[in-house]
């Protein structure tokens, strides 16, 4: 994992810190926004993946 990170949005850098700091207490109202979007997603189980593409062969 990364130690920095930067946040850009349209194309300019609106928050820029350590990767702890922008997460747990992002400064931006966009940074904000991303991280919530972020709760919300469900990445996808690669356990059924993998096993979906074992019974496939």
């Not at 350590?18 to 919300?40: F, G, K, N, S, V």
């Amino acid at each position: 994992m990364t130690h920095r990170a930067l946040v850009l949005r349209r194309g300019a850098v609106v928050e820029e810190g350590t990767t702890d700091q922008i997460t747990t207490h992002p400064a931006h109202t966009y940074t904000r926004a991303l991280l919530a979007a972020a709760e919300h997603a469900t990445p996808p189980d690669r356990g059924l993946t993998s096993q979906r593409l074992r019974t496939r062969r």
